[in-house]
């Protein structure tokens, strides 16, 4: 599989298609379970408290063995999301797009005002949301999100009208183009208004095509401010790594429709395969 991802720009990787309603699950990692069992648990009621959709993010992508290097000695500084006894939760996104990908397009081209709309599934307790995701500049996000019955596969007249109060363009143009599915593991700071989450096991479909990316952790720091004190943030930089302005949607996109512009995205999509090429 590591062989088939080697970046090149008009390549795809064709797999075994992976259904949206049952994706794929990550292998066990005995070794992140056993770091994660030092952590004391906070409940996603607790957690409401620290929603943050109005924040600044922070991203750095790393390898399973830089993440379980620093992970022994976070336990004294955050709780650990547990949910009916999970401690790492899957989920299902689906992403959506102009047929000429204008929001893909407008992030490669560097806009710093720009959108994504996605509906996402929380798998193990089966809750549905449609959300818009507004980057008004390098670090700060803002985020609105309604609950909805199923993950939408279509925007319905519903959704198209919650869209189109948080967006300046045409909702009508939005069609599905992406799905991902990961597992998250979510951090609570302690003494600070911060989360972290740890995405793994990532995956992208489209097109009837899969690619994964082995062994890669997307960390988001999420904050009400910009606090390079955070102890996850010191761990991190103790690793040699800085913050990477990576899109989970676009790097996929990148990946499984050859015919969009990459130049932009070049450098992470080299990043993404040595740390694949590490973990094999």
Not at 152 to 172: C, G, I
Not at 185 to 212: K, S
Not at 267 to 274: A, D, E, I, N, V
């Amino acid at each position: 599989m590591l062989q088939q991802l080697r970046y090149q720009p008009t390549l795809i990787w064709p797999t075994e298609p992976t259904p949206a309603c049952e994706p794929a699950q990550p292998a066990p990692k005995p070794l992140l379970d056993q770091h994660l069992a030092r952590f004391e648990p906070i409940s996603l009621q607790q957690m409401d408290s620290v929603a943050l959709l109005n924040r600044t993010d922070s991203k750095y992508v790393c390898s399973m063995q830089q993440l379980a290097a620093i992970f022994p000695d976070l336990a004294a500084d955050y709780w650990v999301l547990e949910i009916a006894g999970r401690r790492m939760h899957r989920y299902h996104t689906r992403y959506f797009d102009s047929a000429d990908f204008a929001l893909y397009r407008r992030h490669h081209a560097g806009g710093r005002n720009r959108y994504k709309v996605r509906s996402r599934t929380y798998l193990d307790t089966q809750q549905h949301f449609l959300e818009v995701k507004h980057k008004i500049n390098k670090y700060r996000t803002i985020k609105h999100r309604m609950p909805t019955p199923t993950g939408l596969e279509t925007l319905n007249p519903a959704s198209k009208a919650f869209v189109q109060r948080h967006v300046p363009f045409d909702v009508s143009v939005l069609q599905p183009t992406l799905t991902n599915d990961f597992s998250r593991i979510t951090l609570v700071n302690i003494a600070a208004h911060e989360r972290v989450t740890l995405d793994i096991g990532i995956q992208f479909q489209a097109n009837l095509h899969t690619v994964e990316l082995t062994g890669v952790v997307i960390a988001e720091v999420k904050q009400a401010g910009i606090n390079r004190s955070s102890p996850f943030i010191q761990g991190i930089r103790g690793q040699h790594l800085h913050t990477i302005g990576m899109s989970k949607y676009c790097s996929g996109a990148a990946l499984l429709y050859p015919e969009l512009p990459r130049n932009s995205f070049k450098p992470t999509l080299r990043y993404l395969h040595s740390l694949m090429e590490y973990a094999q």
